[in-house]
């Protein structure tokens, strides 16, 4: 018995076994939908918010401010009101209803602003007047010390000790950062593969970043290897991932996933984890799930 707070990590690894195009490699996803908070960024909020309370920088009066484009943002807004915090969260206009009103059904002040980028200005200004603090994802260890921590451990025990590529959309970094440090250290010969959006592409929870918004968490040594996914791929591969593998995910993890397959394409064998980061519940109002293979 425990909190919600304990519900968070330990998800599911399962296998894709109707979309894998090579026999001799195994695919897995890492379910991080399963979180109580419904996505991969529960990890991170939590030990963002419980560290620096451990550290004194944050108590009862403090006000939370974060720039997010979703998935952290609820995650934040649910553990800010299970320690009694209020917190601002930042969001692009063009965010998913479901992902606002989820916000504000867990106690945050939701401001829309333009883009990400702005959102960012906004709340790092904000950040540095009294009374607030600014979490930073983009820039706060915290983040990626959380899947150092969880994730990684989890994939290794689950893997048996046998993933030899590890996965993951680029949005914030977090992820590929702290898993690459844990399983790095495991067994240098991992290869850890990052998935950005081709040039022209918009992909939920992925970015493809100017210089100047780089989050300063990326550290490129821990990325072997750097993968384009399309937003038409992206989108693909979500929805086949629910109708063949009965993975309910977002756009992001369908990204995660085409540069999966066609990673598995190229390897004469291997153990492939990809993240799936959150449920694709978090898009129905948008046309994720709408169209046609």
Known sequence: MGSIIDCIGNTPLVEIRQMNPNANVQIFAKLEGNNPGGSVKDRAALNMIRSAMDRGEVDQ??????????????????????FGLEI????????????????????????????IEVCRDYAEEKGTKDGYFLLNQFANPDNYLAHYKSTGPEIWRDTANQITHFVSSMGTTGSIMGNSMYLKEQNSAIQIVGCQPTPESSIPGIRRWPEAYLPKIYDASRVDRVMD??????????????????IFAGMSSGGALHCALELAEELE?????FIACDRGDRYLSSDLFGGKE
């Open 61 to 82: 009066k403090t006000k939370l401010i974060e720039a997010t484009s979703g998935n952290t943002g609820i995650a934040l807004a649910m553990i800010a009101g299970i």
């Open 88 to 115: 601002e969260l930042v969001m692009p206009s063009n965010s998913t209803a479901e992902r606002t009103q989820t916000m504000e059904a867990f106690g945050a002040k939701v401001t829309l602003l333009e883009s």
């Open 229 to 246: 996914v399309s937003e038409e791929n992206a989108t693909r591969r979500a929805r086949e991932m629910a109708r063949k593998e009965g």
């Open 269 to 273: 064998s291997g153990l492939i984890v």
